[in-house]
């Protein structure tokens, strides 16, 4: 069956970054565009980034733009998300998409940007 793992998610202070990570398995995960989608507290949620199946082309979030960047290694099976720059507005459950049929999604993992 389908699986996304995400990890990489902390406790970080405003300008800090992280890198998350999300394997993947369960699916032909070379062929599949994947994305993030991140959640705030009472927010819904939302794309942060996306990458297609090559890593050719990514598209990003106004909101981090610059500051994030997203890739992928189709040998390992693997998503990244480089955080840079990061902001207490950036707190929030991250998660890992796959889109294949359906959306499949990952757990999240937390990421706290606060001094």
């Known amino acids: 069956q389908v699986q996304l793992v995400e990890s990489g998610g902390g406790l970080v202070q405003p300008g800090g970054s992280l890198r998350l990570s999300c394997a993947a398995s369960?699916?032909?995960?070379?062929?599949?565009?994947m994305s993030w989608y991140r959640q705030a507290p009472g927010k819904e949620r939302e794309l942060v980034a996306s990458i297609t199946s090559t890593g050719g082309i990514t598209n990003y979030a106004a909101f981090v733009k610059g500051r994030f960047t997203i890739s992928r290694d189709n040998v390992k099976n693997t998503v990244l998300l480089q955080m840079n720059s990061l902001k207490p507005e950036d707190t929030g459950v991250y998660y890992c998409?796959?889109?294949?049929?359906?959306?499949?999604w990952g757990q999240g993992t937390q990421v706290t940007v606060s001094s």
């Open positions: 998409r796959a889109q294949y049929g359906q959306a499949f």
């Open positions: 369960g699916f032909p995960f070379r062929f599949y565009p």
